[in-house]
């Protein structure tokens, strides 16, 4: 198993950046695909971005590439969302979650194949 402990949400303005951290337990970390997705207020939980096992590959929704990234460091068990530019529409709460996966180059982006999720960071973006 693993625990997921996300910080880094607030409250900034439109134009501002952030960055999130997902600091996860135990010695497997590196087992696992990683995730951001975001739920806002009366809306479903979405994908935001997936980093592979490695740090290899990526994926971003439409909605945030250019604009956020999304990295690891297996050392310290911990992976991050960098957010530039931020946009009103960015408002939600932000998630980390988990996959154990085997293949090492794999982003996994539907919500349905993570396992373990974390409580989540709130992100205000004023305009």
């Known amino acids: 198993q693993v625990r997921l402990v996300e910080s880094g949400g607030g409250l900034v303005q439109a134009g501002d950046s952030l960055r999130l951290s997902c600091a996860a337990s135990?010695?497997?970390?590196?087992?696992?695909?990683m995730g951001w997705f975001r739920q806002a207020p009366g809306k479903e939980r979405e994908f935001v971005a997936a980093?592979?096992?490695?740090?290899?590959?990526?994926a971003y929704a439409d909605s945030v590439k250019g604009r956020f990234t999304i990295s690891r460091d297996n050392a310290k068990n911990t992976v991050y969302l960098q957010m530039n530019s931020l946009k009103p529409e960015d408002t939600a709460v932000y998630y980390c979650?988990?996959?154990?996966?085997?293949?090492?180059?794999?982003?996994?982006?539907?919500?349905?194949?993570?396992?373990?999720w974390g409580q989540g960071t709130g992100v205000t973006v004023s305009s």
């Open positions: 979650e988990a996959d154990l996966v085997l293949d090492g180059s794999r982003v996994v982006t539907s919500p349905s194949e993570y396992n373990y």
């Open positions: 135990g010695r497997t970390f590196s087992m696992y695909a």
């Open positions: 980093i592979s096992r490695s740090g290899s590959s990526t």
